[in-house]
């Protein structure tokens, strides 16, 4: 299986977890020996763009759970296939590590809030390559949509919605035996990264 770092960060739209992604991949990448990708889901494959139409065109963020839980995990799979698990067993020199900016934990978290069973998607996603670590960045709904006012809103970006999806976050780690932490992401950049690269520091 992958020899490599396999690094998550999850969370909510607005908690910074993608500038937080590329300062932790610059930061790993800067380091001797290291060979770091940064990458995301949905992808830009076939069901990851059929994912991100949805996202876009529909308004009630309820509807189509059971579609979406299909496309992310045969988006995942093919993420795993293609991008993340070559690049952790890469022949390259050194270690290699991927930061992956959003996984399994948006699909337990956004799809249980849709109304489909925590344990149905988990079964879904078991098989799956688990994560080194995974931070699930924590902020409140309100800061959140503060934070991306100025862009398009997505289906999913709606404040009861929100609400129901942080607590289903901060529930993930009894909801499945993963090393996940959660970070306080209402602080700002450097300091939420600060936090970050503690926890990184220690499996490098």
């Not at 770092?5 to 001797?32: C, N, P, Q």
């Not at 690049?87 to 934990?105: E, P, T």
């Not at 996603?125 to 902020?139: E, G, T, V, W």
């Not at 306080?184 to 520091?201: L, T």
Request: net charge neutral; proline share 2%; glycine share 6%.
């Amino acid at each position: 299986m992958a020899k490599g770092i396999f690094i998550v960060l999850d969370g909510l739209d607005g908690s910074g977890k993608s500038t937080i992604a590329k300062m932790l991949h610059d930061y790993i990448y800067s380091k001797e020996g290291y060979n770091a990708l940064l990458t995301s889901e949905p992808t830009d494959g076939k069901y990851g763009r059929e994912i991100r139409k949805m996202l876009a065109e529909e308004k009630n963020p309820k509807e189509n759970a059971g579609k979406m839980l299909e496309l992310f995990v045969n988006d995942r799979r093919e993420h795993l296939r293609d991008t993340i698990i070559p690049f952790l067993k890469g022949k390259n020199k050194g270690k290699n590590a991927v930061i992956c900016d959003r996984y399994y934990y948006s699909t337990i978290a956004f799809q249980s809030t849709q109304g489909i069973d925590a344990n149905k998607i988990i079964g879904k996603n078991r098989d799956f390559l688990k994560p080194d670590i995974a931070f699930i960045m924590d902020i409140t709904p309100e800061i959140a949509l503060d934070r991306i006012e100025h862009r398009k809103k997505e289906k999913f970006e709606q404040l009861e919605f929100m609400k129901e999806l942080r607590e289903n976050f901060l529930r993930m780690k009894e909801m499945i035996d993963d090393n996940i932490k959660i970070i306080d992401a209402s602080k700002s950049n450097r300091e939420v990264f600060e936090q970050i690269k503690e926890e990184i520091d220690k499996i490098l």
